[in-house]
């Protein structure tokens, strides 16, 4: 399974921002749980005011547990 062009060029963007110091970490909320997410931000200025656009959250709990290889078994296919 390769990475999708799109994934591949925001994740691009995600590490010059890193470079420029233009990352922040925000508390937002889950649109569909309202629970709080962490969430990656690259921040630009539009020269009136700041600009955050999200990237992803950090993983609840240990992130070992949430994530698989693309071919590993899946706790849906117990």
């Known amino acids: ?17 890193a470079e420029n110091d233009d990352l922040a970490l925000l508390e937002c909320s889950d649109a569909i749980t ?20 999200p990237f992803g959250h950090l993983a609840d709990g240990n992130p070992y547990e949430a994530y698989v290889p693309p071919d590993a078994p899946t706790r849906a296919d117990e």
């Open 34 to 53: 309202g629970q709080p997410r962490y969430v990656i931000c690259t921040v630009s200025f539009d020269g009136e005011e700041y600009l955050f656009t």
């Open 1 to 17: 399974m390769s990475i999708p062009d799109h994934a591949s060029a925001n994740f691009r963007t995600m590490l010059r921002a």
